[in-house]
Nanobody, 121 residues
């Protein structure tokens, strides 16, 4: 079993910055793609950014140039630096990881419990 725990959410004014972190723990042989998703009020969950084990990144158009995703494989963590925040960035942000529990198992996908980000004056 694998647990993903997010931290770093909160209330910030428009134009401000926040840094989200997600730590994976449990039975982990390797972690493939890690990413951040968000679900705003009345909206479906959407991709924010992903990063592969090799470091390739992918961003939603709405956050390009403002958000930066990074990972630390030694610590099994993924972070999201969010700058120039806008009210429309308000959402619950979820961490997701594709995990290989052992060398002979199949990969499994795990989600964190979510952390609230509110951008408001």
């Amino acid at each position: 079993q694998v647990q993903l725990v997010e931290s770093g959410g909160g209330l910030v004014q428009p134009g401000g910055a926040l840094r989200l972190s997600c730590a994976a723990s449990g039975t982990i042989f390797s972690i493939y793609t890690m990413g951040w998703y968000r679900q705003g009020p009345g909206k479906q969950r959407e991709l924010v950014a992903t990063i592969t084990r090799g470091g390739s990144t992918n961003y939603a158009d709405s956050v390009k140039g403002r958000f930066t995703i990074s990972r630390d494989d030694a610590k099994n963590t993924v972070s999201l630096q969010m700058n120039s925040l806008k009210p429309e960035d308000t959402a619950v942000y979820y961490c997701k990881a594709t995990v290989l529990p052992s060398a002979i198992s199949a990969t499994l996908q795990y989600w964190g419990q979510g952390t609230q980000v509110t951008v408001s004056p």
